[in-house]
């Protein structure tokens, strides 16, 4: 804190000596006066003396002690003194970009953030928006939007969203790592030494496969503060569940899957909750109002993640049944509802039942849909759930490979090279395949030595997306499954003049845009069956999807 410049130069060399040979614990003691007398003398200084400061900081940071040093760092942005703000705000942006945003608390540094939006000091404005667009890049993009944006004006929200356009795709690497960081990268390397070697290299494709085909990516529910959001839900949206026109109860439905869009969701009473979008999802037959119900279910599991755990499951049945639908909206809804579940919520072995039973399913398009969905959450099991599999789901997938309908026997053999792949090898799956002939079998392995080989060659990433594409594109320009073409309107049964679209596979996210014939019109739909004809409507509702509704 000396007012000599180079006294102050000499007592940051000297600080950064001391803190490259000391312990977490002796840094510890001092952590808190070094950082504010840093932030206060250091950063508002020339850019030689700013410079070491922030170089001290980081050295702070290297011993755990983050969360002294951010203090520090969110004090100074009220200093009175211009150039302390906007240096402080530099080496925040240093210390983000360096250590990422979990070793730098990132909730903390945000909440500090909409004051300085409106700061007289240009540059302090816009060293603001650097770190609000550095953040994004570790906490996601929708996270900044929903505790941030609502507190900027228009202008600075473009330019922050220029600013998050601009920045790489995928989740960002710390170039700096703390002590024990390192300690337990070294380690995690050294065992991965003394682990390789034969016998994995089928093992090893899949995991290379499962990096290559899915990237990681930036999960905000790390970062974000558990949000309540079934107090917001009002009287008015539990009157609008009920009403008899379809574009009122669908607003309802679009407002709850609004609010829990937010990353992370406080674990609450969702009983009513729950209990509605069931009884929409089986009973409404307006085709509109039943996606956005299930667009909700996906939306809630991805906030509540395991604590969803047990609605989820209960849902998951009557989700694989709506891959029967007409309606390609639905299918696709149910499609990405049932990947959010099996991503965040529940396991594949948790509902084994019901997923065995949509594999048996009279229906073609549930058999081919489920299948495909299986397929991708295969990629993101581990093996010993994919081992769990094997009393009842695979037993069914190998009945899928005597199907008639060729797209089904596909999907089935596109499912069990996944499963074995992960598993290790086909011995390891002998008690699912033990009812597989021996000709089938063969093919089997075939495909699975073909799909090792052509992980581990360079440029696999770039080969298994069109592969994706091309069976979309074919699911695209067909009738799924020998059935026939499902009708996206929902007047089609009735008026006999919308013209058929076939129907998109929802597990395997085309690019094509799948939509319902009412982007042009509103759907006629039904409102809910009324309570005398509750039984009747409902229960037709449920089985045939897609009704119709005069309002």
Known sequence: A???????????????????????????????????????????????????????LMALLEVEQADKVTGALVEGYGNKVPKVVVGALDATLQLIRAFGGRVMPAQQI????????ESKDAKARDKAKEIVAELARWMGPEL??????????????????????????????PERLTRKAAANAAEATDAGDEGSGAGVAVTTAGASAAAAEEPEKVDSYEFAEPKDIIPQLTKEFWSALESAKWSERKAALTTLKELASYPKLANGDYADVNREI?????????????????????????????????PAMSLCSVLLEKFKDKSSVVNKAAGEALDAMARYSFTLADVAEDVAAALAHQNPKVKEYSLNWLTGCVMRETKAGV???????????????????????????????????KAGSLTAMGKGLAKMDEAKRKKLEEMVQEAAKARSRPGAAAATAPSVARQASRNASRPASG????????????????????????????????????????????????????AGGGAGAAAGGGGVEDE
């Open 2 to 56: 000396d007012s000599n410049a180079a006294a102050l130069d000499k007592a940051l060399e000297a600080l950064q000596a001391f803190l490259e040979k000391a312990s977490g614990t002796a840094a510890g003691r001092i952590a808190g006066t070094c950082s504010s007398n840093i932030v206060a003398k250091g950063l508002g200084a020339r850019p030689s003396t700013a410079a070491k400061g922030v170089d001290c």
């Open 483 to 534: 059935g026939t073409s499902p009708v996206t309107s929902p007047r089609s049964s009735t008026t006999g003049n919308a013209a058929a679209k076939p129907a998109v596979n929802p597990s395997l996210r085309s690019s094509s845009a799948v939509r319902s014939s009412t982007a042009s019109k509103p759907p006629a739909g039904p409102g809910r069956p009324k309570a005398a004809a509750a």
């Open 278 to 310: 069931k009884k929409i999802t089986t009973k409404d037959s307006n085709v509109q109002v039943v996606a956005e119900a299930i667009n909700c279910t996906a939306n809630i599991a991805k906030g509540l993640r395991k604590d969803y755990k047990g």
């Open 110 to 117: 945000l909440k500090a953030m909409p004051p300085l939006f």
């Open 144 to 173: 900044i939007r929903a505790s941030l944006f609502e507190k900027m004006r228009d202008a600075q929200k473009e330019d922050v969203e220029k600013l998050l356009q601009e920045a790489p795709a995928g989740r960002p690497k």
């Open 387 to 421: 081992l769990k599999l094997q009393p009842l789901v695979v037993p069914a997938a190998v009945k899928c490979t005597d199907e008639g309908a060729p797209s089904i026997r596909e999907a089935a053999f596109n499912f069990l090279v996944q499963a074995v792949l």
